[in-house]
């Protein structure tokens, strides 16, 4: 059984905070993302026994990094892609203030989705189904995770038995880890939004 689940957000990149990368392509860390990533590694504590990857490129990216410092091969699941924002992929955040059905999905996050996307209910299924499939692990007793801000926040709302519209208490900043414990009772959210000082 898994008892530990270091769940990573992918490194600081170039679009950050400018433009709503979701799946496309591209998507590589900046050299502000490899150092935070690499200081993630030397911290991790105890060594993992598993290293998975969402398939986006900024992840395996990350993940790499890990894998190179820890000595071991990264697995890619698709349970922790980033959500499939549908027609609002590659829009700049500037652009999509200006539409009234951003403004609704960032209200009701538990009762609305992207255009053409997946919702946040989906999102959080297949996270949370990958984690439970994970706690019944026999072989990987450290795992760490590689994911984007939403896949990690929905799970954590999931074992803080919280409401999907209150995805804004949560915060998980880049390059940050949330630490989920795991015994015979359940999963237990004992971080989030861990972060390595400069």
């Known amino acids: 059984m898994a008892r ?5 957000r992918h490194g600081h ?3 950050l905070g400018r433009t709503l990368c979701g799946r496309m392509g591209g998507v590589v860390l900046d050299d502000i993302g490899c150092e935070e990533i690499a200081r993630c590694a030397a911290t991790v504590t105890p060594q993992p026994a598993l290293i998975q990857s969402s398939p986006q490129q900024r992840c395996i990216q990350s993940a790499s990094i890990l894998a190179a410092h820890f000595g071991l ?7 922790l892609d980033e959500l ?3 027609e609002w992929t590659g829009r700049s955040f500037e ?5 009234a059905q951003w403004s609704r999905w960032n209200r009701y996050r538990g009762s609305s989705r992207p255009p053409g996307g997946e919702t946040m209910r989906s999102l959080q299924r297949r996270v949370v189904g990958h984690l439970e499939r994970l706690r019944c692990d026999s072989v990987a007793d450290t795992v760490i995770a590689v994911s984007h801000a939403e896949p990690i926040r929905a799970a954590i709302l999931h074992y803080a038995r919280k409401r999907l519209d209150d995805f804004l208490s949560i915060d ?7 630490t989920l414990s795991i015994d015979i009772s359940g999963i237990t959210i004992t971080g989030i939004n861990q972060r390595v000082p400069a």
């Open 73 to 79: 091969p990264i697995e890619i699941v698709p349970a």
């Open 95 to 99: 652009d999509l203030h200006r539409d």
């Open 4 to 8: 530990v689940i270091h769940l990573l």
């Open 172 to 178: 998980i900043e880049p390059s940050s880890i949330s």
């Open 13 to 15: 990149h170039a679009q």
């Open 84 to 86: 499939d924002y549908g």
